[in-house]
């Protein structure tokens, strides 16, 4: 399931430092027949204490995280709405994901200049909302003329569908993110279609720097102002230090700790980043687990086991039978398969049966 989130921001903020960091956590190319050459997508392994326990338990020869994608987007500037800068590309590269990770400083340092000469955290993320609020009005403004036709002729599908793009270019035109507008469940299908840029989930990246000024660390009111802004879009965002999480990105366990501590840092970021991505795009997942191989399957939220089946093999779907399942943690304080059947842990699921996070999983087809 190649589902991607794309990281944006504006020039000078740690997108690529971030994307760096983050792509030293890769997973092989080989797992993974959907990942892409190209050098600013990266297939990232979803940190998960749990397959590693599996594994253990398995004593398994190959353990498979799960994954998602991340892809490095050029820097916005002011004016990318109108062609500005890397602006048409910049907004065709955001279309093309599933959620956006939105880098933004909360670090001085005089040696990283500010693309608009100072750092204020909620000017920056206005400028880029601005810039695609702007592009989605575009959008949706050509598609009202497109359908205007069939509007006159008194086309029902059509007089339906400029209703409810005429909710949200009202919004976008109050400044409002696409997002925000209240619609039922039909009317969502519609407007997801026109792809708009606002419509996707966000999670906000704050990034500091070791050895810099760092909003978080002060008190400075910046940053309370910040915190304040997000709360009241009701997002979720991250802390983390790209520039260090780059550099320790090569090291595990204790040694990685001791480097962290060296050079300044508190916090593990990224690892919050991958996992709390992998929620905004809706995303769980279920194992299967083995002497041979042990792996992290990846579905969407309120999959059916015969659908949560297909991760694995297309024709999982038609020719499922049911499904043997146990929850992960209830498998080891079991000691084994066997033992968990003798206790009725082991269950036997049919076809309306609503996978959960974390379970294990067994197909029979």
Same mark, same amino acid.
Request: glycine share 8%.
């Given at each position: 399931?190649?589902?991607?989130?794309? /990281?944006v921001?504006l020039?000078?903020?740690?997108?690529?430092? +971030?994307f @760096?960091? =983050?792509?030293?956590?890769?997973?092989p190319? #080989?797992?993974?027949?959907?990942?892409?050459?190209?050098?600013?997508?990266?297939?990232?392994?979803?940190?998960?204490e749990?397959?590693?326990?599996?594994a253990e338990?398995?004593?398994?020869?190959?353990?498979?995280?799960a994954a998602?994608?991340?892809v490095? /987007?050029?820097?916005l500037?002011?004016?990318a709405?109108?062609?500005?800068?890397?602006? @048409?590309?910049?907004?065709?590269h955001?279309r093309?994901?599933?959620a956006?990770?939105?880098?933004?400083?909360?670090?001085?340092d005089?040696n990283?200049i500010?693309?608009?000469?100072?750092?204020?955290?909620?000017?920056?993320i206005?400028?880029?909302? %601005?810039?695609?609020?702007?592009?989605?009005?575009?959008?949706?403004?050509?598609?009202?003329?497109n359908? &205007?036709k069939d509007?006159?002729?008194?086309d029902?599908?059509?007089?339906? #569908?400029k209703?409810? $793009?005429?909710?949200?270019?009202?919004a976008l035109?109050?400044?409002? $993110?696409?997002?925000?507008?209240? =619609?039922?469940?039909?009317?969502? %299908?519609?407007?997801?279609?026109?792809?708009?840029?606002?419509?996707?989930?966000?999670l906000?990246?704050?990034n500091?720097?070791?050895?810099?000024?760092? $909003?978080?660390e002060?008190?400075d009111?910046r940053?309370?102002?910040?915190l304040?802004?997000? !709360?009241?879009l009701?997002?979720?965002?991250v802390?983390?230090?790209?520039g260090?999480?780059?550099?320790l990105?090569?090291?595990?366990?204790?040694? !990685?700790?001791?480097?962290?501590?060296? $050079?300044g840092?508190?916090?593990?970021g990224i690892?919050?980043? /991958?996992?709390k991505?992998?929620e905004?795009?809706? +995303? #769980?997942?279920?194992?299967?687990?083995?002497?041979?191989?042990?792996?992290?399957?990846?579905i969407?939220?309120?999959s059916?086991?015969p659908?949560?089946?297909?991760?694995?093999h297309?024709?999982?779907?038609?020719?499922? /039978?049911?499904? &043997?399942?146990?929850?992960?943690?209830?498998?080891?304080?079991?000691?084994?398969f066997a033992?968990?059947?003798?206790?009725?842990?082991?269950?036997?699921?049919?076809?309306?049966?609503?996978?959960?996070?974390?379970?294990?999983?067994?197909f029979?087809?």
């Open positions: 399931m190649a589902l991607a989130i794309g /990281i921001g020039p000078n903020v740690g997108k690529s430092t +971030l @760096n960091a =983050l792509t030293k956590k890769s997973v190319a #080989e797992n993974y027949p959907f990942c892409t050459i190209d050098p600013s997508v990266g297939v990232v392994a979803v940190p998960d749990r397959l590693h326990k599996l338990f398995s004593k398994t020869q190959k353990t498979i995280p998602v994608e991340f490095d /987007i050029a820097g500037v002011k004016g709405s109108e062609g500005e800068g890397l602006g @048409n590309q910049f907004l065709s955001i093309e994901t599933d956006i990770a939105e880098v933004v400083r909360i670090f001085e005089d990283v500010h693309v608009h000469g100072k750092v204020d955290p909620v000017s920056d206005e400028t880029i909302n %601005l810039e695609l609020i702007l592009a989605d009005e575009q959008t949706v403004t050509k598609r009202l003329a359908i &205007e509007v006159k002729r008194g029902k599908e059509a007089v339906k #569908e209703e409810i $793009l005429q909710k949200v270019s009202e035109s109050q400044g409002k $993110l696409a997002r925000t507008v209240i =619609l039922k469940d039909d009317e969502v %299908l519609v407007v997801r279609a026109m792809h708009l840029l606002t419509l996707k989930p966000v906000y990246v704050l500091k720097k070791a050895g810099g000024k760092n $909003l978080d002060i008190n009111p940053y309370t102002a910040l304040e802004y997000l !709360k009241s009701g997002v979720h965002y802390v983390v230090d790209a260090v999480e780059q550099e990105a090569a090291f595990e366990g204790e040694e !990685k700790e001791m480097f962290r501590a060296e $050079l840092s508190k916090n593990d690892n919050d980043l /991958i996992t991505g992998y905004m795009l809706g +995303l #769980e997942t279920y194992f299967t687990t083995g002497e041979k191989e042990t792996r992290a399957w990846t969407k939220k309120g059916t086991a659908v949560a089946g297909m991760a694995i297309t024709d999982f779907k038609d020719k499922f /039978i049911r499904a &043997e399942v146990i929850f992960w943690k209830d498998l080891l304080d079991a000691g084994s033992n968990a059947k003798e206790k009725g842990l082991l269950r036997i699921e049919g076809k309306e049966y609503v996978v959960k996070d974390g379970d294990v999983i067994e029979r087809v």
